[in-house]
């Protein structure tokens, strides 16, 4: 089992930058790949980015390419998603997610944290 948990959200200008953490519980994480998703109101959970487990190998949606960035520190059971340059669409729930292969399909992952919402003011 896996537990995880976000923060890190917030309200911004749009410019601005923001940094989300997830923290994870159990053994399993640093051989686990994670995936960071969001989802607006009235919309479907999209993805945003994903790294493998040792972070060698990372993959973004092509609207954050650029200005987000995925990473992950296994001795402290962490992940995060540095977030700059940001824009008002970017609002919306962000979660963390991680499952043994990562992955940029939100069905295929099996731990899911709580959200952190981000809110970017134009």
């Known amino acids: 089992q896996v537990q995880l948990v976000e923060s890190g959200g917030g309200l911004v200008q749009a410019g601005g930058s923001l940094r989300l953490s997830c923290a994870a519980s159990?053994?399993?994480?640093?051989?686990?790949?994670m995936g960071w998703f969001r989802q607006a109101p009235g919309k479907e959970r999209e993805f945003v980015a994903a790294?493998?487990?040792?972070?060698?190998?990372?993959a973004y949606a092509d609207s954050v390419k650029g200005r987000f960035t995925i990473s992950r520190d296994n001795a402290k059971n962490t992940g995060y998603l540095q977030m700059n340059s940001l824009k008002p669409e970017d609002t919306a729930m962000y979660y963390c997610?991680?499952?043994?292969?990562?992955?940029?399909?939100?069905?295929?992952?099996?731990?899911w944290g709580q959200g952190t919402q981000v809110t970017v003011s134009s």
């Open positions: 997610a991680t499952r043994p292969r990562w992955s940029a399909y939100a069905n295929r992952y099996d731990y």
């Open positions: 790294i493998n487990w040792n972070g060698g190998a990372t």
């Open positions: 159990g053994r399993t994480f640093g051989n686990y790949g």
